[in-house]
């Protein structure tokens, strides 16, 4: 998270606005009918809560919590939620794959701008790579890094 000390007692962190996650959740509407995908689309703020969410009539009802699991991933570690394979498959991190959370699939992202994590995106529908792409034009189109 980022945070900025203000006083030996707390700090200002930066997160996303309501009006980029509601362009964020349109981009990233667009970019699953372009891939041809029935999907939810969550958007966490920094802390992982969920502050932005959308279900097309078609995507499944466990594809939401999927969706809201990864974002809560991406943000949680500041990591694509695809580069989880890669962590977990090393035996000293494998632990964590019991995380109750933990999304170890494409298609969440951290949400950041000039190097700040300021939330959270997550796609679930299609598969893992079709919910990654999407995340990735849908990030591109609106200026976020995709990394």
Same mark, same amino acid.
């Given at each position: ?6 006083? /030996? /007692?707390?700090?200002?962190? $930066? ?22 995908? $029935?999907?939810?689309? %969550?958007?966490?703020?920094? %802390?992982? /809560? +969920? ?7 078609? &995507?499944?009802?466990? %594809? ?14 500041? +990591? ?11 035996? /000293? ?10 999304? %170890? ?8 701008? $000039?190097?700040? +994590?300021i939330g959270g995106l997550g796609i679930s529908g299609g598969n893992y790579a079709q919910d990654r792409e999407a995340c990735e034009v849908a990030l591109a189109k +609106? &200026?976020?890094?995709?990394?």
């Amino acid at each position: 998270m980022n945070s900025k000390p203000v006083s /030996n /007692n707390y700090f200002t962190t $930066e997160a996303i606005t309501r009006e980029a996650a509601v362009a964020l959740i349109a981009a990233s509407r667009e970019a699953c009918r372009d891939i041809g995908i $029935e999907v939810a689309i %969550a958007i966490v703020d920094p %802390a992982g /809560n +969920l502050k932005a969410f959308e279900r097309t009539d078609g &995507g499944s009802f466990l %594809a939401s919590d999927i969706a809201i699991d990864k974002a809560w991933t991406a943000v949680t570690f500041g +990591l694509g939620t695809h580069q989880w394979v890669d962590v977990l498959a090393d035996r /000293n991190a494998a632990q964590l794959a019991h995380r109750p959370r933990l999304v %170890a699939a494409g298609g969440g992202y951290p949400i950041k701008v $000039e190097g700040k +994590l300021i939330g959270g995106l997550g796609i679930s529908g299609g598969n893992y790579a079709q919910d990654r792409e999407a995340c990735e034009v849908a990030l591109a189109k +609106l &200026g976020f890094e995709v990394a």
